[in-house]
């Protein structure tokens, strides 16, 4: 079975950014529900925006990196994938569409690959119409996540918890800390 999508390709003007791996921060609870309803929450869009024409229905936002850059919080999990996962591993609504922005030309401060940030934004399908009230993206997980880092900052409890969790839903490899891929 074929499947078919209105979506933008994936970003595809570089093999090496397309299987770069990418991060999502997520709360416990924002994994969890992943985890059990197989779907990704989107951020709400600033107000009114609009891309390609279209009514933002919502965005989120990846970092194209093998680590946070940032001090994370102790309740933070990240998950990891890879551009082209994400796009093969979203399914969105029949009244959406999904477009992704990678950086290209990064500033001279953005250099790194750790740096860049890659967007997705769901988009309505008809200009005209009001944006469709789910707030999420339905999601393939065994697709979707190659591993989740629980930052070592996290209390050991929550690493376990997480552990267990993960590994109940689907077979991927739980790391403690920050390590490069």
């Known amino acids: 079975m074929q499947r078919q999508l ?3 390709p994936p970003p595809s003007h570089s093999t090496a950014t397309a299987t770069a ?16 309803f197989s779907r990704l929450r989107l ?20 970092m194209l990196s093998t680590r946070p850059r940032k001090r994370v919080e102790p309740s933070a999990v ?9 796009h093969e591993s979203l399914l969105p609504p029949e009244d959406a569409m ?16 750790r740096d860049k940030r890659m967007q997705l934004f769901a988009l309505a399908r008809r200009s005209g119409t009001e944006r469709p009230s789910l707030p999420y993206l339905r999601v393939d997980l065994a697709s979707l996540i190659q591993r989740v880092i629980v930052p070592k900052e996290a209390p050991p409890d929550l690493f376990e918890l997480v552990d267990r969790v993960v590994r109940a839903r689907i077979w ?7 390590p490069a891929r």
């Open 98 to 113: 999904l477009d992704f922005s990678v950086p290209t030309n990064p500033t001279p401060a953005a250099r790194s690959l």
């Open 21 to 36: 791996p990418i991060l999502r921060g997520l709360s416990f609870v924002e994994l969890i529900e992943m985890l059990e």
């Open 172 to 178: 991927v490899d739980v790391c403690h800390g920050t």
């Open 6 to 8: 209105d979506t933008a």
């Open 43 to 62: 951020d709400p869009p600033v107000a009114k925006q609009c891309r390609r024409d279209r009514p933002v229905i919502g965005t989120q936002e990846w």
């Open 78 to 86: 990240y998950v990891c994938s890879t551009l082209t996962s994400l």
